[in-house]
């Protein structure tokens, strides 16, 4: 997988029971993960004004429900409007309507009948179906493996989990997160994803097939030196490889940033890793506490 994220290619297991969530032909698909794009009837249509994709990515956000005009206004413009700004809004989504469903408006229907984009007062609500945007499967993909986990199964989640990774294409929303746009909404999604990835590299590790993916582990915590679950996985991953000795020095080096920046010791979890590794039951007891074996 591609992004600016650390690549997610660690091994994927069939799952044991099926994974369902709802795919089927669409009319329309909107992706969030990666550059905004839209497609219709398999052809790209995206706005190509950075204002209006900017709206139409506010409007998938908040997917189904209404959005009240001051509330797109004020992240549109990051909280200083000009005066214009709602006439400036009305004329987006009409320019909106018209990419959703041109039918629509070269028949000259009311604006308010759109199939797609409507209003309400001062609100404004787009439709998406089921299976249309990326997000949505991307947090039901998710919400399926963290399920199966809980279950105890960790090779459906893993399957669950590398399938919601695979819908990142790029980094979210990189065309506006360029223009200064959106940027907190793009920060969170970005979190999402490392939330995501975690849990698969959890997977992974319960299946014994850390060695795998020691290479990608090891990029993760030098990317992101303060996430203690990061330097806990490639921890594991290496007790699994019997590479004892590399797991205590990542740890002594974890620990060393972690003071020197937050000022305190490392969290249980990882030292709870370190005492793995200083077991002579390492590579048994290498897995995530979920599925960790008993020590006794």
């Known amino acids: 997988m591609s992004g600016s994220g650390t ?7 069939e799952p044991q029971v099926p994974v369902s969530v709802g795919r089927g032909r669409e ?26 994709r900017a709206l139409l990515a506010l409007l998938l956000f908040s997917a189904n429900r209404q959005v009240a005009a001051g509330e797109l206004v004020e992240e549109l413009w990051d909280s200083r409007p000009p005066k214009s700004a709602l006439a400036t809004l009305q004329m987006y ?9 041109p039918a629509h408006s070269a028949a000259r229907r009311a604006p308010r009948s759109h199939p797609r984009l409507t209003t309400d007062g001062a609100t404004y609500r787009l439709r998406v179906r089921p299976g249309e945007l990326d997000l949505e499967r991307f947090r039901l993909l998710a919400a399926t493996g963290r399920r199966l986990v809980g279950e105890g199964q960790c090779g459906p989640a893993n399957r669950a989990f590398h399938e919601a990774l695979a819908l990142y294409q790029g980094r979210p929303l990189a ?40 290479g990608e582990l090891t990029e993760r915590s ?17 007790c699994q490889a019997g590479r004892r000795a590399e797991a205590l020095a990542g740890y002594a080096s974890a620990r060393r940033v972690i003071v020197r920046e937050i000022g305190v010791e490392p969290g249980p979890a990882l030292r709870e890793a370190q005492a793995v590794a200083l077991s002579d039951r390492a590579v048994a007891l290498a897995r995530h ?8």
């Open 222 to 238: 030098a990317r992101h030196p303060l996430r203690e679950a990061s330097h806990e996985q490639l921890m594991l991953a290496l």
């Open 289 to 296: 506490p979920r599925c960790r074996p008993a020590a006794g």
């Open 27 to 52: 009319r329309l698909r909107f992706l969030l993960l990666g550059p905004l794009s839209v497609v219709r009837e398999g052809r790209p249509c995206t706005p190509s004004a950075v204002k209006r």
């Open 7 to 13: 690549a997610v290619s660690g091994p994927v297991v």
């Open 175 to 214: 065309d506006l997160a360029a223009a200064g746009l959106l940027t907190a909404r793009v920060t969170r999604l970005a979190e999402e994803r490392l939330a995501v990835e975690q849990d698969f590299y959890d997977t992974v590790l319960c299946l014994g097939l850390g060695p795998r993916i020691i």
């Open 93 to 101: 989504i009409s320019g909106l309507r018209r990419t959703l469903d």
